[in-house]
């Protein structure tokens, strides 16, 4: 079974500044530092553009786990998605849309999909653990864009 869930933010900067800062290499490692993610291969630094890969190293449950995305669609400064290529998951798709909110803010919405990685047992992990984690990364990663 797919997993779907979505996050709203709310971040006091205008739109293409936080759509800028949601595709720099570098803004992504600073805030992953608590998993140790970074950069292995691909765009390992500054702005990943459409059609673009970057092959992401990081530690999550003790466990290192490797994962290669590409930009997908790309529509500056709208929304972009980027896809899993290579990695631990079946299918993993990350929609992030930018609203530009009457004040100035910018509401950021990040929709997520993905299918675990093997059979009836990955399916529990899914739906019972990695979902609700992978929900903690994307706060994390929001709370820092916001400052």
């Given at each position: 079974m797919t997993v779907r869930f979505e996050v709203e933010t709310v971040i006091p900067a205008p739109r293409e500044k936080v759509f800028d800062l949601s595709?720099?290499?570098?803004?992504h490692v600073a805030s992953m530092a608590a998993s140790k993610e970074r950069a292995v291969a691909g765009v390992v630094t500054g702005v990943i553009g459409l059609g673009e890969e970057v092959t992401w190293r990081?530690?999550?449950?003790r466990v290192p786990f490797t994962m290669t995305s590409r930009i997908t669609e790309l529509d500056r400064p709208r929304r972009f998605v980027d896809e899993q290529v290579r990695g631990p998951f079946r299918r993993f798709r990350h929609e992030h849309v930018f609203e530009e909110a009457s004040d100035g803010r910018t509401k950021m919405i990040d929709r997520i999909s993905f299918d675990a990685p093997v059979g009836a047992v990955g399916r529990l992990v899914e739906w019972a653990f990695l979902g609700r984690y992978i929900r903690g990364l994307?706060?994390?990663r929001n709370r820092y864009l916001g400052g």
């Open positions: 595709l720099d290499i570098d803004t990081a530690t999550h449950f994307i706060l994390e």
